[in-house]
C-alpha cells in the first residue's frame, strides 16, 4: 500500500519557513538543497518529509504556476512497485511530467499529474526524514472481538 510520505511547498524564504515549523511544531531540519532548480530546507516529524522550496526557474517550478507561486506544489507517495504505481496512475487519468527512477536505486521521484493538475511524486526510495511505515502505538491493543466480550453492548473502541 502506498503511503503519503512528502509534501512539498513553495516559499519565498525556505530557512524562514524552516523556523516556523520548528519551532510551531517541533519539526527537525534534515536536510538542506540548492541546485539548478531550487534552494530549500527539508524538515521531518519523523514520518512525513516536508520540503520547503524556493524555485529558481518557471520551467523548474512547473508552467502551471510558476516560480512566483506560493503554497503547496506537490505531495509524493512512497510506494512498493513504480511501474505498477506508473501503470495505475496513467489507467485513472494521471500524466507523466518528469523524472525517473536513479540507476542503482539512488534518490529519485517519478512526478505525475492527477486528472485535475495537481503533481503526485512516487518513488521506492522514500525521502530523508520519512519513514515507510509509521510506528505501532506503544502498548497492547485489544480486539474488537476481545472488547466485545468485556462490554457486550459496547459496539466501538473508541469514546463518543
Not at 510520505?5 to 519551532?23: G, L, N, Q, S
Not at 521531518?44 to 504556476?65: F, H, M, P, R, V
Not at 507517495?77 to 542503482?104: C, H, I, N, Q, S
Request: proline residues 4%; charged residues 25%; aromatic residues 12%.
Amino acid at each position: 500500500m502506498a503511503k503519503l510520505r512528502h509534501i512539498a511547498i513553495t516559499v519565498p524564504d525556505p530557512w524562514k519557513a524552516a523556523e516556523f515549523y520548528m519551532r510551531v511544531f517541533g519539526m527537525k531540519k534534515v536536510g538542506e538543497t540548492d541546485w539548478a532548480n531550487a534552494s530549500g530546507v527539508y524538515l521531518s516529524d519523523g514520518t512525513i518529509n516536508l520540503a520547503l522550496l524556493n524555485y529558481k526557474t518557471d520551467q523548474a517550478a512547473g508552467e502551471w504556476c510558476g516560480r512566483d507561486f506560493f503554497g503547496i506544489h506537490h505531495f509524493g507517495f512512497w510506494v512498493d512497485d513504480v511501474a505498477a504505481t506508473r501503470k495505475a496512475m496513467e489507467a485513472a487519468g494521471g500524466r507523466y511530467w518528469m523524472g525517473e527512477p536513479a540507476e542503482g536505486g539512488g534518490f529519485y521521484e517519478v512526478k505525475y499529474r492527477d486528472p485535475n493538475g495537481v503533481v503526485v511524486d512516487i518513488t521506492a526510495n522514500g525521502w530523508v526524514g520519512a519513514m515507510k511505515d509509521a510506528p505501532k502505538p506503544a502498548g497492547k491493543a485489544r480486539s474488537r472481538r476481545a472488547a466485545k466480550k468485556k462490554n457486550p453492548g459496547r459496539t466501538s473502541l473508541t469514546r463518543d
